[in-house]
Structure formats: structure tokens, C-alpha cells
């Protein structure tokens, strides 16, 4: 079964610095890798997501992620962070359904990201 | 342009009371799901469907039913509410082909 670790409950930023979250997946195959953002009292909206090709994948907000298979990582960054940055943010894997598709996406615990002045 | 539609928002439930959390989507989406929330613990799948009449569990399904019967909803079923049951649900749902899951606004699940 897949899994995703996100080693960071919380993370402060100070506004205009550069951000990295980090993810780490485990997984048999090649995965379907997913970061999504939860604003306070919010659903989740996707930023971004990677099936193949490219590994550098640009999302919504300015955000981006590489894919790197050697360190099984999906790590989202951003250049700098502005104070509606603020939020909950997870990252998932999803898994291949026999008849293809997403077969339920298994998410990681969160990372709370507080932006300082 | 309604997405993903959850409905009640909020409830408070005692214990041993049945209710039934409703979902319904606009995107013909064969792929629906529910997940709960809980503080650090991230989401976790309850109960999944790939299309009509086809149901399957996920990592917590225990205390929960599902079906299927149309493509627009799915109900997800609590039939006797325990404190353990408190938690934010969020119904999701994806095309198939694109994985991309779409999320509702959640309902928030007191048991007391």
C-alpha cells in the first residue's frame, strides 16, 4: 500500500521569503502525486499534480514541485510566500485502479504553514 | 457552476443515532469517495465507488455504509453514531482518466 510522510507539522515563514515543503511517498510503481491547500474551516483545493513527463511541475498561486524518483520526493516550493500563503497543506499519492484510474488518494499528515510578518 | 455539494455543513449527533451524510456531484464523474479529518492525522479513506452499483472500503470504513445507485450521489451512512465518529467528512469526486479530485466544503460531525 502507498504512503506519504510529511516531515513538518509546522513551518514559519517570513513574508516574501522563499518556501519548501517537503513530501516523501512510498510506492511499487510510478505514482500519481498531488498537492493540495486547505484554507481555515475550507475543502481542499488542488495545487498542483504530476503523472509523467516533466518533473518540475508548475500549480495555481505560484507554487511548484519537483519530482525526483531517486528520493521518492514531491517537494513543493515557492519563491516568495505572501500572507494569504497561510494554510494547511497536504500532499497525496494516488493509486492505479485495475481498470484505471485514481483508486483512492492516500494523503500525508499536513503541513501547517504560518506566514510572519 | 456547483462541483461537489455537501449536505449539512455542521450536525450534532448523541449517540446511537443514524444519519446519513449527503454528496452529490455535477461533473459526471465516475469516481466519488469520503474521507475524514482529524487533527494530525490528515485524511483517510472511508469508502470509495469507481461508478453505479459499484462500492468498495477504504482505510477506516468501520461504523460507515455507502451505495451507489446513481452517478451524481453518494450518501455516505452512519448507523450508530459513536463519540470515535467526530470528525470534518469530505466527499470527493474525479474523472477517471484524470485523477484530478474535486473536494466539497466538508461536513463538520459532533457525536456527543
Known sequence: AQSVTQPDIHITVSEGASLELRCNYSYGATPYLFWYVQSPGQGLQLLLKYFSGDTLVQGIKGFEAEFKRSQSSFNLRKPSVHWSDAAEYFCAVGAEYSGGGADGLTFGKGTHLIIQP | ?112
Not at chain 2, 5 to 32: I, R, W
Open chain 2, 1 to 112: 457552476n456547483a462541483g461537489v455539494t455537501q449536505t449539512p455543513k455542521f450536525q450534532v449527533l448523541k449517540t446511537g443515532q443514524s444519519m446519513t451524510l449527503q454528496c452529490a456531484q455535477d461533473m459526471n464523474h465516475e469516481y466519488m469517495s469520503w474521507y475524514r479529518q482529524d487533527p494530525g492525522m490528515g485524511l483517510r479513506l472511508i469508502h470509495y465507488s469507481v461508478g453505479a452499483g459499484i462500492t468498495d472500503q477504504g482505510e477506516v470504513p468501520n461504523g460507515y455504509n455507502v451505495s451507489r445507485s446513481t452517478t451524481e450521489d453518494f450518501p455516505l451512512r452512519l448507523l450508530s453514531a459513536a463519540p470515535s465518529q467526530t470528525s470534518v467528512y469530505f466527499c470527493a469526486s474525479s474523472d477517471l482518466n484524470s485523477f484530478e479530485a474535486f473536494f466539497g466544503q466538508g461536513t463538520r460531525l459532533t457525536v456527543v
